[in-house]
């Protein structure tokens, strides 16, 4: 490989021994926090006629509330909470490492009463009721002052005055796992979100397999410390109550600060204007991270890989505003790779105000409106190998215009930044390509996806993509990578299937 591309290397791998286990090529495998049921099942049931907090929590005489079967739980104790109708949850107390205090619904909630077919009208929204008839139906949790806690199997719905459907504070060891969170509808315009934090007094915190809808605003806001999000389902989010129309702030899939986070196997989609108050201008990012605030706002250290992103106006939207007034650098080494990142309204991947160390290797970018990544305003030390740039800047192809490039970059971003073998469906002549950069890429090439038209991308065994990647970026086999983000040799090269299949 070229003396560039080395250096690269060692940079990308220097990169991820900060704040998680160095490892590039193959997805970040941390183990999730224990979770162990050791202790007491212990049972609360609204329904139940015979329910009241003076029962001694059994399954034929259980508590009516959950509050009370927290100051009651000890480490390793579950409190499993029937079908029903409950308000809002404090979580204050604190299980062990080993042992979690899990407050669980008693079985997986039903979403067969959600049509996520149907498209909301702004004007005329009808929020979808919580089924307690089949679900453990909440307003919601307050986590704060919490440690190795989990919060399971519940349907989160009409969130009244809260923050958010999951609000957490001053807390450790925190999973958030298989919960329903749709029409939070909160009572003011920022206490939106789906699953929230404010302050990064937040740490090592679990996210995985929720499902988020229509929630009010940014679907998933993290700040602190070593948050994994995975395996998650994010959709239509909204600016607005979808009870009364009242419009709220916020309109993201993930919003992102902090440091050490892995985002991974995620599947964001459908944030689509039509959804949003009526002439909002709404700005619909499937990532952001920014600056604004620096004391509270920054970002470094974060691994997002193997997510897939469809048809939302832009995929990831990076400022740091704080470094371009102060040079206080906020936001750097950012990596991506692996993801796919489908059908955009606008420039897929935008990088501005000195959003510098971001890495982009092995992904695949189809179907953008404008351009796949643009980096601009002193966005230097940027890393972009291995990619396929798939029908891109479709709005000058429709035109019959001269394609523009999918990939771009001011001069401000050449300090430090690499860019080589990319795949390019097609060829362009602007912006210009800048001597020593994308030496060994190929254009107007078709990679071969096994079918493109439902978003499968792997690749097909003849792929001129396969075993074409930068050769001084191996595989953990010890094999040349693939261009791309679907790696043939990959024990998970299908993961892409848990999505598609929907």
């Known amino acids: 490989g070229s003396p560039m591309a080395s250096t690269c290397t060692l940079r990308l791998m220097a990169m991820l021994t900060i704040g998680f286990t160095p490892i590039l090529l193959s997805e970040d495998t941390r183990p999730n926090p224990a979770s162990s049921a050791t202790g007491r099942t212990l049972y609360v049931n609204a329904v139940n006629p015979k329910a009241d907090d003076s029962n001694p929590g059994t399954e034929a005489a259980p508590w009516k509330t959950m509050q009370h079967g927290l100051t009651v739980a000890k480490p390793g104790d579950t409190i499993l909470v029937m079908p029903g109708q409950y308000g809002r949850t404090v979580v204050s107390v604190s299980g062990a490492k080993d042992q979690v205090i899990t407050i669980k619904g008693a079985s997986v909630p039903s979403q067969d009463h959600a049509d996520k077919t149907k498209l909301l009208d702004p004007l005329h929204p009808v929020a979808i ?3 307690a008839a089949l679900n453990a139906v909440t307003q919601g949790f307050d986590i704060s002052g919490a440690a190795f806690c989990r919060i399971e199997n519940f349907e989160i719905t009409a969130v009244g005055k809260a923050k958010s459907g999951i609000f957490l504070e001053k807390s450790d060891g925190i999973e958030i796992v298989k919960n329903f969170l749709h ?3 909160p009572d003011e315009a920022g206490n939106y979100g789906g699953i929230r934090s404010d302050t990064h007094d937040v740490k090592n915190v679990v996210v995985k397999d929720n499902t988020l809808f229509r929630c009010a605003g940014t679907s998933i806001i993290v700040l602190g410390e070593n948050w994994l999000l995975e395996g998650n389902e994010a959709s239509h989010g909204t600016n607005i109550r979808t009870d009364t129309g009242t419009r709220l702030r916020g309109e993201d899939a993930i919003r992102f600060f902090g440091s050490g986070h892995v985002i991974r196997y995620n599947y964001l989609h459908d944030f689509i204007d039509s959804e949003q108050f009526p002439k909002s201008e709404p700005h619909l990012d499937a990532f952001q991270t920014f600056a604004v605030w620096p004391d509270s706002q920054f970002a470094n250290n974060v691994l997002i890989e193997k997510n897939y992103c469809y048809n939302i106006s832009q995929m990831f939207m990076c400022e740091d505003q704080a470094e371009m007034k102060t040079k206080d650098n906020k936001v750097h080494h950012i990596t991506f790779k692996h993801n796919i990142f489908r059908k955009t309204a606008a420039v897929a991947i935008q990088l501005r105000s000195k959003s510098d160390n971001i890495t982009f290797v092995n992904n695949v970018v189809a179907e953008t409106f404008y351009s796949a990544l643009v980096m601009g305003e002193e966005s230097h030390h940027g890393t972009v190998i291995n990619n396929i740039f798939y029908n891109c800047n479709t709005e000058r192809l429709k035109k019959g215009e001269p394609p523009s490039g999918p990939f771009g970059f001011d001069d401000s971003c050449i300090p430090g930044t690499v860019a080589d073998y990319n795949m390019y469906s097609h060829d362009y002549t602007w912006p210009y390509k800048k001597k020593g950069f994308d030496t060994h890429s190929t254009y107007k090439v078709d990679p ?6 439902i978003g499968d991308f792997r690749l097909q065994k003849d792929s001129p993509a396969i075993g074409a990647g930068d050769p001084s970026l191996l ?13 043939s040799g990959d024990p998970d090269k299908d993961w892409i299937l848990r999505w598609i299949k929907k």
């Open 129 to 131: 009721p919580g089924n």
């Open 183 to 185: 029409d939070l509808n």
């Open 448 to 453: 071969k996806f096994i079918n493109p038209e």
């Open 475 to 487: 595989s953990a086999s010890g094999k040349r990578m693939d261009i791309g983000a679907m790696q």
